[in-house]
């Protein structure tokens, strides 16, 4: 299988290359070199649709896998046009070309596409409404790839950490310097390692089970759930000071809106296929060990 894979030095990026490169598959990431040998152009920006075009039907991959986006959340508040061109742009010239080329397109999405108020898990048949620019923009990628093409795998996911800038990181890094952190206690959703993202990619890559599927490990926690395990596997003695949103953000004020309620019910997984996610608690262990 021939895979084109865009942001691929991202989080997810990273993952997908190792789950795809141990299935032997023939790997072209839009930053690597292969594609300045073969199409003379350093990185491919996806917002650019001409490139785009030009990128697919030159390389012809069967999947194309688009690991892009902007997700820095506060920033994006003050910058919506770089947002819609990244996150809804982006994935709407990836969708084009995909069609234009008969490739299949695998789209990653988020839990921001609900503005979090509902009670229990959101499933791919509740309503969305954003509640951030981020939320938006990528619902409008969501929009854009429904709108121009077919055989699509949109996968909504949530709380992702991998090699990156992401949660998991900030509090081994802030377990250096304080005994005490303080965590948010009333947001909940489910840590999803991107190494686990990436195999259910390649489980879709697969198979002929289009559609839009939500994406994330099995179970839910609150941040500050999530932080306590962060230490105990991580071997630390730094204690979680439970804290509200409310109390939170008068201290660290924030310009996007998180949802309160992030728990994505993986429904569609379950209803179209044998495919699981492993817990959350099992994933993040096998990433402590190591495996990420
Ligand atoms: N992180 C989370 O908690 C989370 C939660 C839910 C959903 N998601 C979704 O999951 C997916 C993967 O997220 P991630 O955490 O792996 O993201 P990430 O680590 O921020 O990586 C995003 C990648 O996209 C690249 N990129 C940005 N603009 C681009 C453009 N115009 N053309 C080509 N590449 C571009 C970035 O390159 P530069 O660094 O060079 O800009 C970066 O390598 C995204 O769709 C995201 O919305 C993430």
């Not at 997810?12 to 073969?38: H, K, M, Q, W």
């Not at 179970?219 to 630390?236: H, L, M």
């Amino acid at each position: 299988m021939k895979i084109l894979v865009s942001g691929a030095n991202g989080q997810l990026g990273r993952a997908v290359n190792r789950v795809f490169a141990s299935r032997d598959a023939d790997i072209i990431n839009t930053e690597a070199p292969r594609l300045a040998e073969e199409l003379g152009m350093e990185a491919l920006d996806i917002t650019d649709v001409d490139a785009v075009l030009a990128c697919a039907r030159a390389l012809r991959p069967d999947v194309i896998i688009n690991c892009a986006a902007y997700t820095a959340v506060d920033k994006q508040e003050t910058d919506a046009d770089l947002s819609y061109r990244i996150n809804a742009v982006g994935p709407r010239n990836l969708a084009i070309a995909a069609e234009d080329t008969n490739a299949r397109l695998v789209h990653i999405s988020t839990d921001y596409v609900f503005d979090g108020k509902k009670s229990g898990a959101y499933t791919e048949f509740d309503a969305v409404c954003p509640a951030s620019v981020y939320g938006r923009t990528k619902l409008a990628g969501e929009e854009f790839v429904r709108a121009h093409m077919h055989r699509y795998y949109i996968l909504r996911t949530a709380w992702l950490y991998g090699e990156g800038h992401n949660f998991v990181r900030t509090m081994l890094r802030l377990s250096e310097a304080h005994d005490t952190v303080s965590v948010v206690e009333d947001q909940f959703g489910t840590p999803t390692s991107a190494l686990e993202l990436a195999k259910a990619v390649a489980y879709f890559a697969e198979t002929e089970n289009y559609g839009l599927f939500h994406a994330t490990c099995e179970g839910e926690c609150s941040w500050a759930d999530f932080a306590e395990e962060i230490f105990r596997q991580g071997g630390k003695k730094t204690a979680v000071k439970r804290v509200s949103t409310e109390a939170y953000l008068a201290a660290n004020p924030q310009s996007a809106r998180r949802p309160l309620n992030s728990v994505l019910d993986n429904y569609m997984l379950r209803l179209t296929s044998d495919y699981r996610f492993a817990d959350w608690r099992d994933a993040f262990a096998e990433y402590m060990g190591g495996e990420e």
